[in-house]
């Protein structure tokens, strides 16, 4: 392949939006929510979603400032977080 023909090719980039102390980024859409509730000052809600990459589905919680933005929070809503592998190892630790 020439460089002519290459430089017709798209050309796709990606960046993984994890913090830099992160070592992934998930990208999911919620499909379910499972609970609200008030703790201290904020609103949790416990979600499940489907990954969208690993094709599975996973529960987290993200919390909120006001009832108002929790109960906003509603299934088909896409979502990302970032997680460190480090905290997702099934070894025990003994």
Request: aromatic fraction near 18%.
């Amino acid at each position: 392949m020439n460089m002519e023909n290459t430089l017709d090719l798209p050309v796709w980039m990606a960046i993984d939006l994890a913090r830099a102390h992160a070592d992934a980024t998930v990208y999911a859409v919620v499909d379910r929510i499972l609970d609200h509730w008030k703790l201290h000052d904020f609103w949790v809600v416990e979600f499940e979603a489907f990954d969208v990459y690993e094709g599975v589905y996973v529960r987290n919680q993200f919390t909120f400032d006001t009832a108002k933005e929790a109960y906003k929070f509603k299934p088909g809503r896409a979502v990302t977080w970032s997680y460190d592998t480090a905290d997702c190892d099934d070894e025990l630790p003994f």
